[in-house]
């Protein structure tokens, strides 16, 4: 059985799990989804309490459902707030605190408030990140993780890579249900990137295993059909000279 098989199969146990035993939360089903989960907001908050979040001061955080807690903690936190559009088809969103109202934050927070509140902001204008939080649908105590399939979570940090706006050091960090976390090693493919820190409602992770970072984007693995669907990639096959010809 290949490695791709397993991870899939896994993605799929953790799904039906928080399903059957409803942790799962809307929206749902949460098949094929970074899922969201009772307990999210609690998870968030531990996040938010630890000093890795306090020393942060521009975070780049998915635009998931169980990360919306996250999101309003790092604008409630005075914190520049980074958060990519789905699927990166229109790029990445800055969210300033300061330019939004504080009873706003929550509402910013949603991906059609982030729309309204943010700016749509071209990657060589990013502030440089000091934390990535990213959504996950399994990750280990040692620190592999697997989104939801399709790669984005890692096309983002391989973007932001790219144009100099983060480095390997830059902390990572997940928020997920206590279930969602296993005690053994994920397989990764070579663009995957660990995570160091894992929060859940009832605990921190310090992840054990060495960091894996790729640096920058794999474009060898890359479809054309992707390519083609993100600006910002196209924009980059033609910066950076990769020998991939598109349509």
């Not at 899939?8 to 089903?29: D, Q, S, T, V």
């Not at 998931?64 to 229109?90: C, F, M, N, Y």
């Not at 309204?116 to 105590?141: C, F, H, N």
């Amino acid at each position: 059985m290949s490695e791709e098989v397993n991870r899939e199969k896994l993605r799929y146990a953790i799904w039906k799990l928080m399903e059957e035993r409803n942790i799962a939360a809307f929206p749902r089903p949460v098949y094929g989804r970074i899922p969201n989960f009772v307990g999210a907001e609690s998870a968030a908050v531990r996040l938010a309490d630890s000093e890795l979040f306090k020393k942060a001061r521009v975070v780049k955080v998915n635009p998931d459902a169980p990360q919306r807690r996250v999101r309003e903690l790092v604008l409630k936190a005075g914190k520049l707030l980074i958060v990519p559009t789905p699927r990166i088809s229109e790029g990445f969103l800055l969210l300033d605190p300061k330019k939004i109202p504080s009873w706003l934050y929550r509402e910013a927070s949603t991906i059609p408030g982030s729309f309204r509140y943010g700016t749509k902001v071209d990657p060589e204008e990013i502030p440089e990140v000091d934390l990535v939080v990213a959504g996950s649908v399994v990750v280990s105590k040692f620190g592999e993780r697997l989104g939801k399939g399709e790669g984005y979570s890692e096309l983002e940090y391989g973007i932001l890579f790219e144009y100099g706006k983060l480095s390997e050091e830059v902390p990572i960090a997940t928020t997920v249900h206590d279930i969602q976390v296993v005690e053994f090693k994920i397989p990764l493919a070579p663009w995957d990137v660990t995570v160091d820190f894992v929060f859940t409602p009832t605990r921190a992770i310090g992840c054990v295993s060495e960091k894996r970072r790729p640096r920058g984007i794999l474009w060898e693995y890359l479809e054309s059909e992707k390519i083609e669907a993100i600006p910002i990639l196209r924009k980059l096959v033609s910066k950076r000279n990769t020998g991939l010809v598109l349509k």
